[in-house]
């Protein structure tokens, strides 16, 4: 069984930081695209960054400068790191990965971390 799981949410002040991370457990051949996603009350749920197996990386223009996305490939973990943030980063931070495993490829959600970022 494939599962993801964040952690690293909580509660910061506006210009704060914080880290999230994503770990990958189970029989997992390879990880290939990982993605952070978020989700605000009222709003649907929108891409923030990505990141392929080479390390390649994208980021949604709200948080370019600010947010920066890596991974552990032997440690199938992803990160993000969040600098500067705003009431607006406030969200559910899901993670999303393409993983190869014993049982075939599908992509997987974790349950989400929630970030509030307040005055």
């Known amino acids: 069984q494939v599962q993801l799981v964040e952690s690293g949410g909580g509660l910061v002040q506006a210009g704060g930081s914080l880290r999230l991370s994503c770990a990958a457990s189970?029989?997992?051949?390879?990880?290939?695209?990982v993605g952070w996603y978020r989700q605000a009350p009222g709003k649907q749920r929108e891409p923030v960054a990505s990141?392929?197996?080479?390390?390649?990386?994208n980021y949604a223009d709200s948080v370019k400068g600010r947010f920066t996305i890596s991974r552990d490939n032997a440690k199938n973990t992803a990160f993000l790191q969040m600098n500067s943030l705003k009431p607006e980063d406030t969200a559910v931070y899901y993670c999303?990965?393409?993983?190869?495993?014993?049982?075939?490829?599908?992509?997987?959600w974790g349950q989400g971390t929630q970030v509030t970022v307040s005055l």
């Open positions: 189970g029989s997992i051949s390879s990880i290939s695209a």
């Open positions: 999303n990965a393409l993983i190869s495993a014993n049982i075939g490829t599908y992509n997987y």
């Open positions: 990141i392929t197996y080479g390390r390649n990386t």
